[in-house]
Structures are given as C-alpha cells and as structure tokens.
C-alpha cells in the first residue's frame, strides 16, 4: 500500500523544524546505511544522536500521533525515531530495498514493515529528487509539497533520483505495524475509510455503521500482533 499523506506538518511547522536542523551540522548520509544502501547512497544526513535531529524527530513523533489517516494506515506498534537527509546538486540514493531490521543502540529494534518519507522542502526549490516506489503497478514517482508524506512497504525497491538543482530535504523513518501483512492492512484501512463516510452519513448509533464498526474490530483482532 503506497499512500500520501498530507499536512502531516503545517507550513508553520515545517518553518520550526528547518530552522531547527538548517542550523545544525550535517555528516555523510552513510552514517546509517546497511552494505547494499552504502553502495548507492550519495547524501548528507543529521547525525540521529544530534540535539537537533532528536528535537525534530519530537516533532514529527508528535505530528504522527495527531494524524487520524497515519494510524489508521499504518496502524503502528512502534516508529523508529525519525533521521534526516538532504540532496544537493548531483546527489541521489540508487535502488535499494531497506533492512528488514532496524536497531537504535541495544534495547530498540523494529521490524521495518513500512517506510516512510517526510517531505521539507518545497517542489519548486530543487529539480529531481523524485522518490521512485516500484509496486506491482509499475513505477510510482513522488515529490510532494513541504509538509506532506508518503507511506509505502519497506520491501519494495526504490530509489532517490539525482537532484540537479537546489536541495531536497526530507525526514524519512520506518514503522512496524501491528498487521504484518501488506495486503491484510490495505483491507483494513480501506474498510476503516468506508466506515468512517458511512459514519458521516447515517450516524454513529446507526446498526449498519455498528456492525461494519464490528467487521473492522474482529479483523484486526485477528491479525494484530501485539507485545
């Protein structure tokens, strides 16, 4: 499931956070690569230990959690605690697929069912710089507005295209979700959309939306992984 979503930071928000990482130095993007990405990989990155990128990465934690469309497509067990890059002119990130495990010193570690990107600059400011999802669709470029995000499966192949002109800045993190499967969260979050316009209709109390309510509760109950 390949979903944008938007405003996950307002303009206001996106303002504070750049100040915040523009201002603070900025190391080889490899910092954080496996073996296969540090084969591909041209960027600069905020080292995650920094005060900065841990006070922006608080930032978009807490965006997260006020966004009803993020949980209910990512439905989130944990998030890694969200890095930051930046691609400047003849920089990119080839095809790679991401680890299937990520760790932050030696008591986290996820599972990455998802990937997620975080747009901060604005289109208009760089040239290139399209993330490329490939799914069973085809090729799907993405370059969304400051603020936005997309969310995707972790397993697919993708790639950041050299930027040649200006500076792609962007956060970009991973999600294990309580359903594991790609397809049986799809399933979710569509009926979890219909229920919420069926909702809007007839009325919270109204048995139509109770037992679709249901459907969508006794499903996840079967395929939530929880602890």
Known sequence: MLIAIPDMLDAGGVARLRA???????????????????????NLQLPQDSEAAQAAGRMVLEALGRSPL?????????????????????????????????????????????????????????DGGELVIEDRFGEQR???????????????????????????????????????????RRLLFDLDQAVQRVSATLGTGDRSVIELAGVY???????????
Do not use: C
């Open 70 to 126: 993020f949980i209910a497509a990512a439905l989130p067990a944990k998030v890694f605690p969200p890095l930051f890059n930046r691609y400047g002119a003849g920089q990119a990130f080839g095809a790679h697929i991401d680890n299937a495990i990520r760790m932050r010193g030696p008591d986290f570690r996820l599972r990455s069912d998802l990937s997620a990107t975080l747009f901060l600059a604005d289109p208009d400011s760089y």
């Open 217 to 227: 509760h006794n499903l996840l109950r079967r395929w939530a992984e929880i602890g």
């Open 20 to 42: 915040l990482i523009d201002a603070a130095p900025w190391v080889d993007g490899n910092e954080t690569s496996g073996s296969q990405s540090a084969l591909a990989k041209r």
């Open 142 to 184: 993405v370059k969304l507005p400051a603020g936005h995000m997309v969310l995707y499966p972790a397993s697919s192949v993708h790639r950041v295209e050299p930027v040649t002109r200006g500076e792609r800045v962007a956060s970009f993190f991973w999600i294990q979700s309580m359903v594991r499967d790609d397809g049986a």
